[in-house]
């Protein structure tokens, strides 16, 4: 039962990791849209169609110097995003890991007393849910200074990427409870269907949001990706509305009392 470990958005967020890494490093160094002011062909060039002129005139030595800072600031970008996907990545091992530890009891409790079990997990639901909430709180009051102090003040600007990393932790903390549920009820091939919801929904967002935002787009595309793959997923396919209940619940701290734990 090893694979039980990982919660099946634990591909999409590796996977999305490296593409939006490859995306974010090819975007930053695009030109600006817009290089010409409104007004067609004839109007006159944009202050960043000057400034690119100007860096062609320079010699070849201040040109190096004007190049090697903009590679800087692309690199900068990626740092920001490692350093808060490396916070989101060691905070998703607690889920998985606590439940991987009671997964046989909620399968034996599946088999001797089904009223149980539901009660169990939709207790679990909750409190793993809150658990990545009070994280989320944590990490927006005081992730900013504590990168900073570790760090140093010029990765300050990966508080903000760390802020939306831990929403999209939020969702997935509700996915790994969701994860154990859909083994135990023998459904495992809509991990694949939440997966590539997940894929859907980040790769456009990708495109939209890094050239504008940078590494902040990165993670919030994530965050989305990690809502639909996790959370509206459930929603989407009907076999999984009665858990997204439970999840809906959870989100208010609240948990029934009837009901089955998947449709």
């Not at 023998?186 to 269907?193: A, D, I, M």
């Amino acid at each position: 039962m090893q694979e039980m470990n990982a919660d099946a958005s634990s591909d999409l967020r590796q996977t999305a990791s490296k593409r939006v890494l490859r995306i974010l490093r090819f975007t930053i160094d695009r030109p600006a849209e817009g290089a010409f002011e409104k007004g067609g062909p004839a109007s006159s060039p944009s202050k960043d169609s000057r400034n690119d002129d100007h860096r062609h005139s320079l010699r070849p030595e201040q040109r190096r110097r004007v190049t090697t800072a903009a590679d800087s600031a692309t690199f900068d970008q990626l740092g920001y995003y490692a350093v808060a996907f490396q916070i989101f990545t060691l905070l998703n091992f607690l889920p998985s890991s606590a439940l991987a530890v009671a997964y046989p009891r909620l399968v034996k409790l599946h088999q001797v007393d089904p009223r149980r079990y539901l009660e169990i997990l939709r207790k679990i639901y909750v409190a793993v849910t809150l658990g990545g909430m009070l994280i989320f709180v944590g990490i927006w009051l005081w992730v900013t200074p504590a990168i900073g102090f570790v760090f140093g003040a010029q990765s300050t600007p990966a508080g903000p990427v760390a802020v939306m990393m831990a929403l999209a932790n939020v969702f997935t903390f509700s996915g790994t409870v969701r994860y154990q549920v859909i083994y135990i009820e023998h459904k495992p091939v809509y991990h694949v269907y939440n997966t590539l919801l997940g894929f859907v929904v980040l790769i456009p967002l990708n495109l939209l949001f890094i050239p504008k935002y940078g590494a902040v787009g990165a993670a919030a595309g994530v965050a989305c990706a990690c809502f639909a793959a996790n959370v509206v997923s459930s929603w989407v396919f009907a076999p999984l509305r009665a858990t997204g209940i439970d999840q809906m619940l959870a989100f208010l701290g609240l948990r029934r009392r009837l009901g089955s734990a998947l449709s």
